[in-house]
């Protein structure tokens, strides 16, 4: 229970709760439904003290036909133009940034970082901060398939 804090008060803060429907808490992660705009997501927030709020999620916009959408928000400013690297277990991404937030350059890598998420324990992503310096944002991928399959379903059903 100790461990879901961090994550339930970042919840709390991202957005206003009479506007989101829980689907559920799966260990570190969690699944959300959003009534306007139609939007289902599976969150986590990263590991340990980072600079400010990081976290991850995988989305779905049935208005936009957008499914599975990998979004992080970075802990710190990345430096323009530069490098963001997510490694998922053994596989290795390179993600397209601006500021803090970081995404997969296609609906290809979306499917392959997905798929990543689904057998590994562990997730990190790095960059350059614009500050100067590198910084690495951690999390645990446990919860994070059944997570992405609540918001999966919860997206599907009809309204």
Request: aromatic share 6%; charged share 20%; with cysteine.
């Amino acid at each position: 229970m100790i461990r879901l804090l961090p994550l339930v008060a970042l919840l709390l803060v991202a957005a206003p709760l009479a506007a989101r429907e829980s689907l559920g808490v799966y260990e570190s992660w969690a699944a959300f439904k959003d009534a306007a705009p139609a939007r289902c997501y599976a969150i986590a927030k990263a590991q340990g003290r980072p600079a400010a709020p990081a976290y991850a999620t995988v989305s779905h916009w049935p208005d936009r036909k957008v499914r599975g959408a990998v979004h992080l928000v970075l802990s710190r400013d990345v430096i323009a133009k530069g490098a963001v690297r997510l490694a998922v277990g053994d596989k290795r991404f390179t993600l397209v940034a601006k500021g803090r937030n970081a995404w997969a350059t296609d609906a290809r890598q979306d499917a392959a970082i997905i798929a990543a998420l689904r057998s590994a324990a562990r997730m990190s992503v790095s960059a350059n901060s614009a500050k100067g310096g590198t910084f690495t944002d951690r999390y645990v991928l446990t919860g994070a398939a059944t997570a992405i399959d609540a918001a999966t379903v919860g997206c599907a059903r009809p309204r």
